[in-house]
């Protein structure tokens, strides 16, 4: 199966910095990524498709790059509502996988 | 509103049945691939079933395989999981998600469902 592994597990920000997450996949999968947002208690909410395109009515602070093996996911000015677990997927191939997910704490 | 809700979750044995179910609301669920995606306590996500427009076509998960099915019923908006065997590496909430289509994501998913196998 193809492995995901995003970094790192956890990052502590502050409100207004620029934070990025790494995730990447163990054999190419083109641009078949996507990004989601988890709050506790919540589900998963969808951020970005094929690695980089926004999903409607997502804050546009929120960016996606990358291709082939390597992606990451940029949120140019966190926000407080942006603490959450963060989790990229590949969909190139079944069985579908996900990251192990990011953390995002308040420092 | 576009919206999907689970039912069906609880406490099993393990090696009990459970059957989950899925509504789906405020779009045309037959024109939607659908995918079930399940999150053990404290854990990540996790891909377990796939099924297609019509259920001509479905897909699982090696750890689910031979135990759970996937099916739908398009004239009641409706996607279900018959899971068998159960065990308590099952224990966890599982979502029902819309499959967004090309290019691809899975875009809505539901408020999840909790299965619960103990003795």
């Known amino acids: 199966d193809m492995q995901m592994t995003q970094s790192p597990s956890t990052l502590s920000a502050s409100v207004g910095d620029r934070v990025t997450i790494t995730c990447r996949a163990s054999?190419?999968?083109?641009?078949?990524l996507a990004w989601y947002q988890q709050k506790p208690g919540k589900a998963p909410k969808f951020l970005i498709y094929k690695a980089s395109s926004l999903e409607s009515g997502v804050p546009s602070r929120f960016s996606g790059s990358g291709s082939g093996t390597e992606f990451t996911l940029t949120i140019s000015s966190l926000q407080p509502d942006d603490f959450a677990t963060y989790y990229c997927?590949?969909?190139?191939?079944?069985?579908?996988?996900f990251g192990q997910g990011t953390k995002v704490e308040i420092k | 509103e576009v919206q999907l809700v689970e039912s069906g979750g609880g406490l099993v044995q393990p090696g009990g049945p459970l059957k989950l179910s899925c509504a789906a609301s405020?779009?045309?669920?037959?024109?939607?691939?659908m995918q079930w995606v399940r999150q053990a306590p404290g854990k990540g996500l996790v891909w377990v079933s796939y099924i297609n427009f019509d259920g001509s076509n479905t897909g699982y998960a090696d750890f689910v395989k031979g135990r759970f099915t996937i099916s739908r019923d398009n004239a009641k908006n409706t996607l279900y999981l018959q899971m068998n065997s159960l065990r308590a590496e099952d224990t966890a909430i599982y979502y029902c998600v819309r499959d967004a289509g090309l290019p691809g994501g899975m875009d809505v998913w539901g408020q999840g469902t909790t299965v619960t196998v103990s003795s």
């Open positions: 997927q590949q969909y190139d191939h079944y069985p579908w996988t």
């Open positions: 054999q190419s999968i083109s641009s078949w």
């Open positions: 405020g779009f045309t669920f037959s024109s939607h691939w």
